[in-house]
T-cell receptor
Framework: DSGVTQTPKHLITATGQRVTLRCSPR?????VYWYQQSLDQGLQFLIQ???????AKGNILERFSAQQFPDLHSELNLSSLELGDSALYFC???????????FGPGTRLTVL | AQSVTQLGSHVSVSEGALVLLRCNYSSSVPPYLFWYVQYPNQGLQLLLK??????LVKGINGFEAEFKKSETSFHLTKPSAHMSDAAEYFCAVSVSGGGADGLTFGKGTHLIIQP
């Protein structure tokens, strides 16, 4: 158990819909990362937040957005969903400057 | 930009045999390198990391990896495979140690252990 929690574990929705994935980092970690794992693209970095502010951006689509709240939990919002957005979405956390990221168990999103 | 190439999407070894999973990286600056393992329906767990200290790095579960700058490689080895090692293994690179950017992952290698 890494100490990073993600909800929900599974999510099934339809094309065109919007969903929100939630992540709670390890106690004391101010930095949160979001990753997408799909069969086509593999594991891709989406975005990083540090203490409420966006810090780095990867291959995140414009239809996707994220935020980090004062209690440090983070949400990834996915809108206008397409079949190709079906994937495992992972959250990871660490302390700024630390070299190891700790991954949560992931949310499996299925878009029908 | 950095990148990672993992040679072999599937590697099959017999129980008790040597495990060798290959990883080559590309980075314009000294990299931080990681190996993660993913068991079915689970998240990623760190096996070991190279952060510019010793070039031979020991990790959990008997795994180790050697950083070779001249070959831009960071291959993962284990002297004797166990059935419980069957999983997906990912090599990853970061240019800032995870402090200011995300990890760039390879495509992964599925390790199969034959009894």
């Amino acid at each position: 158990d890494s100490g990073v929690t993600q909800t929900p574990k599974h999510l099934i929705t339809a094309t065109g819909q919007r969903v929100t994935l939630r992540c709670s980092p390890r106690s004391g970690d101010l930095s949160v990362y979001w990753y997408q794992q799909s069969l086509d693209q593999g594991l891709q970095f989406l975005i990083q937040y540090y203490n409420g502010e966006e810090r780095a951006k990867g291959n995140i689509l414009e239809r996707f957005s994220a935020q980090q709240f004062p209690d440090l939990h983070s949400e990834l919002n996915l809108s206008s969903l397409e079949l190709g957005d079906s994937a495992l979405y992972f959250c990871a956390s660490n302390k700024l400057g630390a070299d190891t990221q700790y991954f949560g168990p992931g949310t499996r999103l299925t878009v029908l | 930009a950095q990148s990672v190439t993992q040679l072999g999407s599937h590697v099959s070894v017999s129980e008790g045999a040597l495990v060798l999973l290959r990883c080559n990286y590309s980075s314009s600056v000294p990299p931080y390198l990681f190996w993660y393992v993913q068991y079915p329906n689970q998240g990623l767990q760190l096996l070991l990391k190279y952060t510019s200290a010793a070039t031979l790095v020991k990790g959990i579960n008997g795994f180790e990896a050697e950083f070779k700058k001249s070959e831009t490689s960071f291959h993962l080895t284990k002297p004797s495979a166990h059935m419980s090692d069957a999983a997906e293994y990912f090599c990853a690179v970061s240019v800032s140690g995870g402090g200011a950017d995300g990890l760039t992952f390879g495509k992964g290698t599925h390790l199969i252990i034959q009894p």
